[in-house]
């Protein structure tokens, strides 16, 4: 069993591949919080995966919320993806305190649960609300798609094996600072829907938005954000929009939008 986050649809390019490789099921976080699923029985021998995007050097907040809830009965191997940018710190060690600390995940043992394989894996970027942060030119996303490619048939095959204490992680340097210090300001501070706005005049009511939105906070067309405290930055609202009607503050007016397969020539 694969739950999964995913804004941009990177990490749901990625799940998808692993979940049709090892025959398991792939289930997308927001849908399970709007269902109010947090229960699950794997099947003898089934996995139990984690896939999400690096979100300020962490497992984003809709991820980590969902951990908190979860009961899984009968797990007996778990292991973690992330995709990101640049690189991805301690997200995975976050990741572990928050699965040893829900009190719904517990190995077959009765220990506290822990990915124990784990694996980052760069795509292209889709965070653009700073100065500096754009989206990657067409080439460097090629061939970032392309080793993810690559570096696939590996993953695939030590899940499907079940092998445990495979850590193939790009933390980058200074991975706690980035994680702890920046990443934790990042996430107090920076994860919010206060700056979205809409140029009305472009905006063609294709209702894209409202409806790619993981945590139904947006409403109507022109959109409207509902502040109802769930957003969690994926972004998607922005960079799925078919008119770059939508902002965040001034600072993405200027910048590209990406999500994956944008231009139809990935598989
Ligand atoms: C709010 C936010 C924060 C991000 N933080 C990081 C980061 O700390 N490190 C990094 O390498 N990429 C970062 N990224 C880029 C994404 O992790 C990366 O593009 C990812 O593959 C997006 O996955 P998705 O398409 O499944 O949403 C961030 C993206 C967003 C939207
Ligand atoms: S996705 Fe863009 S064009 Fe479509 S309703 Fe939203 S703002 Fe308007
Ligand atoms: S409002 Fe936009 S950025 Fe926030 S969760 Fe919804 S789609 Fe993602």
């Known amino acids: 069993m694969i739950f999964y986050f995913s804004g941009t649809g990177n990490t749901r390019w990625v799940a998808q591949q692993i979940a049709e ?12 919080i709007r269902n109010e699923q947090y229960e699950f029985t794997l099947q003898e021998e089934e996995r139990l995966g984690f896939c999400f995007p690096t979100h300020g050097w962490q497992p984003p907040r809709i991820v980590r919320d969902f951990i908190s809830r979860m009961k899984v009965h009968k797990a007996t191997f778990c292991w973690a993806l992330t995709t ?3 690189n991805m710190g301690e997200a995975m060690t976050i990741l572990n305190r928050d699965l040893a600390k829900s009190e719904g995940l ?6 506290p649960l822990q990915a124990e394989t784990q694996f980052s894996v760069i795509m292209p970027e889709s965070y653009v609300c700073l100065p ?18 690559h570096q696939m048939h590996h993953i695939i095959s030590v899940i499907k094996d079940r092998k445990r204490g495979i850590v193939e992680l790009e933390k980058g340097a200074t991975p706690r600072l980035y994680s702890y210090v920046i990443g934790g300001y990042f996430n107090a501070k ?9 140029d009305a005049e472009k905006c063609i009511s294709c209702g894209k938005c409202a409806k790619i939105c993981p945590v139904d906070n947006i409403k109507g067309t022109p959109p409207e954000w509902l502040h109802n405290g769930r957003c969690t930055c994926c972004l998607a609202c922005y960079h799925y929009c078919p008119t770059h009607a939508i902002n965040y ?4 007016r200027k910048r590209d939008q990406y999500y994956f397969n944008r231009r139809g020539d990935q598989k």
């Open 249 to 252: 503050g001034s600072i993405t």
């Open 106 to 111: 517990r190995s077959a043992e009765g220990e």
């Open 21 to 32: 490789a090892i025959g398991e099921k792939l289930l997308y976080i927001p849908d399970l």
């Open 190 to 198: 920076m994860i919010t829907d206060k700056k979205f706005m809409v």
């Open 84 to 86: 990101c940018g640049d």
């Open 132 to 149: 500096f942060m754009k989206t990657d030119p067409e080439d460097k996303e090629h061939w970032k798609i392309e080793n993810a490619k």
